[in-house]
């Protein structure tokens, strides 16, 4: 996607309701697509901080913390967001470990979102958050089995 109007959107909708849940993630997000990743965490950080916070805000700020070398932070971030109570799902759980480097274990996860037909497997074709895992063969064998008429019409 285009990242910067992505950004632009996000802080039209904060201007109009600055505690939208939904547009600081899109911010942060964006921020993190355009090499800020500092201030995307910095940006991110309230969703985590209120009661408003979800599995899928953790998960996603752990890949954040991951995307700036906080390992740490974002283990434990995982592990906040699986045993919080609330819906884990494995995409959201797939993107996390993708970030952290740790291959195997996103597409452990992915295989089981696949197997699950999980909603959150639209995304893959164009999210930047899959990045980390595009370059490995069995992100294009995921690719090619859920979406043949894409994978087909694209170039790499």
């Known amino acids: 996607g285009d990242s910067k109007r992505a ?41 985590i901080s209120e009661s408003r916070t979800t599995p899928r805000f953790k998960l996603t700020y752990a890949s954040l913390l991951a995307r700036d070398n906080q390992v740490d932070a974002a283990r434990q971030m995982i592990s906040l967001a699986r045993s919080g109570g609330g819906r884990v799902t494995e995409t959201h759980l797939a993107m996390a470990y993708g970030w952290l480097k740790d291959a195997d274990t996103a597409f452990k996860w992915l295989d ?44 790499r």
């Open 7 to 47: 950004l632009e959107l996000a802080q039209a909708a904060l201007d109009r309701n600055d505690e939208s849940s939904e547009a600081i993630f899109v911010r942060s997000l964006a921020l993190a697509e355009l090499g800020n990743t500092g201030q995307a965490i910095e940006s991110f950080t309230p969703l």
């Open 112 to 155: 089981k979102a696949v197997a699950s037909r999980e909603f959150g497997l639209c995304y893959l074709p164009f999210s930047p958050l899959w990045h980390p895992l595009r370059d490995d063969p069995r992100f294009d064998r995921i690719l090619t089995s859920r979406y043949p008429n894409l994978v087909a019409s694209t170039s």
